[in-house]
């Protein structure tokens, strides 16, 4: 049975934002008006969810995130203590710019603390973004991306193991034995 929203008494959810059931919205977090937060999620504390946001089914926001208008997570989607997301690409403070760029995180991916996410990227579904990574271009589904500025160093699993691929372009994940296919520079899970 799902749980019915809980918020803390400390968090502030302004009228006409959106949150699933089973949902919970930690410590001094603050949801703004037409935020839309999906079902069995946890918003953990000093956490800021813009106006026209979208946050998928199951996604864990860690402490003290900020996800800004034009941020949209999938489901299942990991986001690490104290990762940025940008909005603006010309940010400047004499300068209203409100033509938010749009960052798209994909479905289960995982973006580790302090990790930072340059506006206008996507990131793939299952993809590993490593703790204090700064994304600056498009990452691909499964990729495992490290460093300043990110690159891409390998291939994860969806449970987020390290694939090691064969010969003949074949991997298996250690822990749930799914199979997997790199070709053209680009990884698919195969039907079991």
């Not at 959106?18 to 001094?28: D, F, N, R």
């Not at 580790?112 to 990227?121: H, I, K, P, R, S």
């Not at 204090?132 to 690159?151: C, I, N, Q, R, Y």
Request: proline share 3%.
């Amino acid at each position: 049975m799902i749980e019915e929203i809980f918020i803390h008494p400390t968090a502030t959810v302004d009228e006409g934002a959106e949150i699933g059931k089973g949902t919970k919205v930690w410590h001094y977090s603050h949801v703004m008006p037409k935020a839309k937060i999906g079902s069995s999620c946890n918003v953990g504390q000093n956490v800021f969810i813009a106006t026209n946001s979208i946050i998928g089914n199951g996604c864990k926001v860690q402490n003290n995130v900020s996800v800004y208008d034009g941020v949209v997570l999938e489901d299942d989607v990991f986001l690490g203590p104290s990762m940025v997301f940008t909005n603006v690409d010309i940010p400047r403070a004499f300068v209203e710019r409100k033509n938010y760029l749009k960052t798209l995180v994909g479905k289960g991916a995982t973006i580790g603390a302090n990790a930072t996410v340059v506006c206008g990227n996507s990131i793939g579904a299952y993809a590993f973004i490593g703790a204090g990574a700064v994304v600056t271009s498009d990452v691909p589904e499964f990729a495992l991306m490290v460093g300043v500025p990110a690159k891409q160093i390998g291939w994860v699993s969806a449970l987020g193991h390290r694939l090691t691929f064969d010969a003949h372009g074949m991997a298996t994940c250690s822990e749930s034995g799914q199979a997997y296919e790199l070709k053209d520079g680009r990884v698919k899970a195969l039907e079991n």
